[in-house]
């Protein structure tokens, strides 16, 4: 809350208007109120006596609040109130607008039916409210009596239609000059090459506060850093807006982040490039105009990097690098990102950060690595707040406590609802002594032994589905995502798999066990379409041990099932075996000690590859269909469609 009875008017407005003075050209015509103003250094006018005050609230019928009758016992009134509003009322100038406007009816037409009380009110202050503003630019400033504090201090709100945003509010009189102040720095510190140079004691300060602020972000004081840069940012000098927005991605925030002149600058365009075109490749749609903005005054090989940029991270195949001892630490996390131990990787890149080069004393902190497709989804803002914690870039601090892994181990929580509820069924292979890659030579036929490039599983599947030219409701051809499985395992799932079907499924246990030994799980045991059901099968050398399956609210075996995997003991007593789900997956991650990344599955991007199918092929007798795409449109094929899957 401000003080505003402590506030000292006369030596803000001073200040104000000097400023203002100096800040116009020797040369520049301008009215005499203005010239006048200019040479007299003050922008206000005589004070006003506590009677003409009192006359005032006399015929508005109303006490004004104590900010504004402090000002007007400096000033009765004041020229250039930010750069739109050119004369502010004083005593005699200000009057209930009383929806002079018809601006009331304006707001109350895009009221809701269910509009609350809070939204009636803003509409209402056209009717209401005490307008200030005598000459502007189409800008409104009203005072609310109906939104006071409780210091009888009322809220002001201004307005302007050009600027296609709502009513802007100040907490009271002292904050809306303060801002209009501050908008006067901003739009002065931009000005043309023909104005003077804007530097003045408040100039200087700010730039002090802006070189304290990018060494204390280096030390890891971000937070004390980021007050300072959102300060100077208001008043529109120069890198504070850069600097603070680097602070700002590392926290997930992305509205309004452009990295300022930073950005254009070649010494710095090769790391925040990748975040900026990155958001923009996510909301663009491919309409790159909306690039030019964040771009103005670039040269041209910044901007050609910024295309080439934007080519690669919307192709999937931007891959962030860095100089030294950091940059080895990027591939080697790469590397653990890539095969599902996201926590490892951020592990290693976090370990790294004392090591990090700045490309510039403007470089705060490494950025491109969040556009990277594959080390993107490391950063959540708890963790972008460890790395800006983490001193850095030559300087001495104390290094944060490490924030907790996002991985809860195990499987068990494959039970848990992910964010949509999709993940009502899934499946995985898992496969001891095999590395990731060599999975699809194990699951897969011809060209389906090579990986995609990483990727989310959404946009595989979308990827997969347009390149497919046949479909047939027999196959059953799994996209399945690549990783590791904890030590000595990999494993390949399935987050979204087709209907389980019993009479036709056949395990790839057997032929992924191939002198090894290897695990299949498929659980819909949360279905609600389809009765639930639950497959496990473990083989070894291309020889099935033992399996079990839970279907149809029965369970059939085969082979030595251990104690610990007996289906008995989850589903004896257990009516429609969704309860089962939880232990069962405690059960398989602990006898053969694996695990599952939560993090890299549901957030991240894996290898890919699709399987052969895991359905028996149709026999005699049996019904399907086959549809093939064709550019007038599907045609089917290959047998008569009898309105169902086949038996199951």
Known sequence: MTDTTAFDWRSFLLRWSGEWADSLPEDETR????????????????PASEERIAAMEERLGRRMPPSYREFLKVSDGWRHAGAFVWLLAGTEGAHWHNNESELADLFEEYLDEDAGPEERLEADIWRRGLQLDVESDVTHVLMDPGDVDEDGEWAVYTWASWRAEPPERHANFVEFMRDMYREFHSLSAHGSDEEPVFVNDTTERLDSLVEEARSEALRGAWERAGKALDEAKEYGRPRAAGLGDQIRRLLGQTYMVHFEDLVTDP??????????????AAHSYRDDSALTFPLRGAGDAVVSLAHTTLDQVRNGTYR?????PFGEAVERARELARWGDTDGAWRTLRNAVPLWEPLGPDH????????????????????????????????????????????????????????????????????????PEELPGRLADGDGTVLNEPMTFWEARNRSLRDRSEFSSYDDRALMAVGRAG????????????????????????????????????????????????????????????????????VRSSGEIPRALDPSRFFGD??????????????????FRVCLPRHALVEGRLHTFATRSWTRPPADGETYMVIRMHPGGPRPAGGEWSGDDGPR
Do not use: I
Not at 320 to 324: F, N
């Open 31 to 46: 009215g005499g109120d203005d010239e006048t103003a200019r040479r007299a250094r003050w922008l206000g006018f005589p």
């Open 267 to 280: 010494r710095y365009a090769p790391d925040l490039l990748p975040p900026l075109v990155a958001e923009h």
């Open 320 to 324: 962030y690098t860095a100089a030294g």
């Open 364 to 435: 705060l902190a490494p950025l491109g690595w969040v556009a990277d497709p594959v080390l993107g989804p490391l950063l959540t803002p708890e963790r972008g707040r460890e790395l800006l914690s983490t001193p850095r870039g030559g300087q001495a601090g104390e290094a944060p406590s490490p924030t907790a892994g996002l991985d809860p181990g195990g499987l068990a929580w494959l039970a848990e609802p992910d964010p949509g509820d999709n993940r009502t069924s899934y499946r995985f292979v898992l496969v001891e002594g095999a590395e």
């Open 487 to 554: 030590t000595g395992w990999s494993f390949a799932f399935d987050g979204a798999p087709a209907p389980f079907h019993r009479q036709r499924f056949v395990s790839p246990a057997e032929a992924a066990s191939a002198g090894t030994r290897a695990v299949v799980v498929w659980s819909g045991l949360r279905t609600s379409h389809r009765e639930p059901f639950f497959h496990l099968s473990v083989a070894r050398d291309g020889t099935e041990q033992y399996a079990f399956t839970y279907a149809d609210g029965e």
């Open 574 to 591: 257990v009516e429609n075996g969704a309860g089962a789900e939880r232990p069962l997956l405690e059960a398989v991650a602990g006898e």
